[in-house]
């Protein structure tokens, strides 16, 4: 699972100290097998947790801070369930280490995904990683809901209003606050999900997606992955496409104006809590986090007001 960042960086003040010979410790110790195997940490631009590659064929993942330590058994869980069905890769779990060697919580061993992280505005093939994209947020969609974890990301945008507006206070000189602002009051006011609550990947980024060939060959993370409202999603359509492909990836998902107006709150939302948060400690989070800003702007101002298709300003 190759990753592309900077340095590493700790990014939350309960952070703990993670480095390769704290995993080769934990794997001698709890999975003799193999222990003796060369480890090497891999940058990343993820926040949650840190990623070593053990052998040629494994990858070793541990939580960085205690709110990350839930989602181990999550996807321990869920991904038996989710993976199989998808059409690429997903992590596929090989083991679940404890707390050793002074290391407190559980981790997990997954076998390794050839690829790379793409970069916006960088991309090989956007119109067929748009229909790609397409086809597994579809397949995900397709997976029965019954007994799923609801999705923390999967809930009405007007519960993210608080911190978005939070985070718009911080970045008052940074950015086009007003204008930004009204595109996310436009995004409050768009219908809420009518439908079911269905599977979604809830933080599809470019940091968690693997390509090879410009094609998509893997989508890894889904420590957040629940149902509810699977318009959040739709964030990869600003935070990784260009906006010519935006278009293949809408009609790939069949979202309706609702659904894609609530779909770029989330991604405007997303990045405006990440940008003032990240700013020194993640620059690649942070540029990606400006990258989705200025699409926003532009696709709102290309349009000559900042509204989703089939909405209107009330009067």
């Known amino acids: 699972m190759g990753c592309v960042c900077a340095a590493v960086k700790k990014m939350r003040p309960d952070e703990v100290d993670l480095d390769s010979d704290l995993v080769s410790r934990l794997v001698a110790a709890q ?7 060369p480890v090497r940490r891999l940058a990343s631009s993820g926040t949650e947790n840190a990623m070593f590659r053990l052998g040629d064929d494994k990858v070793v993942r541990l939580p960085r801070h205690p709110g990350a330590v839930q989602s181990v058994g999550h996807e321990q869980h869920w991904l038996t369930r989710l993976g199989p069905a998808l059409p690429v890769a997903a992590p596929q779990p090989l083991a679940r280490g404890g707390p050793g060697e002074g290391f407190a919580w559980p981790w997990s061993v997954y076998r390794w995904l050839d690829g790379r992280n793409p970069v916006a505005g960088a991309l090989d093939r956007p119109l067929t990683l748009a229909a790609e994209l397409g086809a597994f947020v579809t397949a995900l969609r397709g997976i029965d809901a019954r007994g799923g974890p609801p999705n923390s990301r999967g809930v009405p945008l007007a519960e ?9 206070a911080l970045l008052t000189g940074r950015i086009d606050v007003d204008a930004v602002t009204a595109l996310w009051e436009e995004a409050l006011r768009a219908p809420g999900h009518a439908g079911p609550p269905v599977w979604a990947h809830g933080d599809l980024s470019p940091g968690n997606v693997l390509v090879r060939d410009g094609r998509l060959g893997a989508v890894i993370d889904f420590g957040v992955a629940g149902v509810g409202d699977p318009a959040v999603d739709l964030i990869i359509a600003w935070n990784l496409l260009p906006a010519p492909a935006r278009g293949a990836f809408r009609a790939a998902v069949g ?28 620059p690649a989070l942070a540029e990606n986090s400006r990258h989705v800003i200025r699409e926003i702007l532009a696709e709102a101002r290309a349009a000559d007001a900042p509204l989703a298709p089939g909405y209107s300003a009330p009067s």
Request: a negative charge; aromatic letters at 16%.
């Open 255 to 282: 979202a309706d104006d609702a659904e894609w107006a609530r779909g770029r709150g989330w991604a405007l939302s997303v990045s405006l809590i990440q940008l003032p948060y990240y700013w020194e400690t993640n």
């Open 31 to 37: 999975f003799p097998r193999w222990a003796g195997l």
């Open 160 to 168: 993210r209003d608080g911190p978005t507006r939070d985070a718009l």
